[in-house]
């Protein structure tokens, strides 16, 4: 069973920086694309960034894009998610996922395989 564990998150005043990691448990998850999401409170989960198996083609949500920067590093299994800039709509749990049969991220979460347990990321006014 691949399990994927997030960390990094926090409360952290708006302007900040973050940065997210997600370790996948499997050597295997070198060959998995990986992307990130988000839900807030009484939101749905959405889509905040992805990134191929090989680390390349990132793609961002809008609301993201420029203040965030997702990587990933295959020798260490894991995937990060830079966050600059933050704003109090930021604030949500941040679930990385895991796409074991594209080698390419979705924006869909119905097309990811694996998820993590979320990790928890508080931006205050």
């Known amino acids: 069973q691949v399990q994927l564990v997030e960390s990094g998150g926090g409360l952290v005043q708006a302007g900040a920086s973050l940065r997210l990691s997600c370790k996948v448990s499997s050597s295997i998850g070198a060959s998995y694309a990986m992307g990130w999401f988000r839900q807030a409170p009484g939101k749905e989960r959405e889509f905040v960034a992805g990134?191929?198996?090989?680390?390349?083609?990132?793609t961002y949500a809008e609301s993201v894009k420029g203040r965030f920067t997702i990587s990933k590093d295959n020798n260490e299994n894991t995937v990060f998610l830079q966050m600059e800039r933050l704003k109090p709509d930021d604030t949500a749990v941040y679930y990385c996922?895991?796409?074991?049969?594209?080698?390419?991220?979705?924006?869909?979460?119905?097309?990811?395989?694996?998820w993590g347990q979320g990790t928890q990321v508080t931006v205050s006014s």
């Open positions: 996922g895991a796409e074991a049969t594209s080698s390419r991220s979705s924006r869909n979460e119905n097309e990811y395989d694996f």
């Open positions: 990134i191929d198996w090989r680390g390349n083609r990132p």
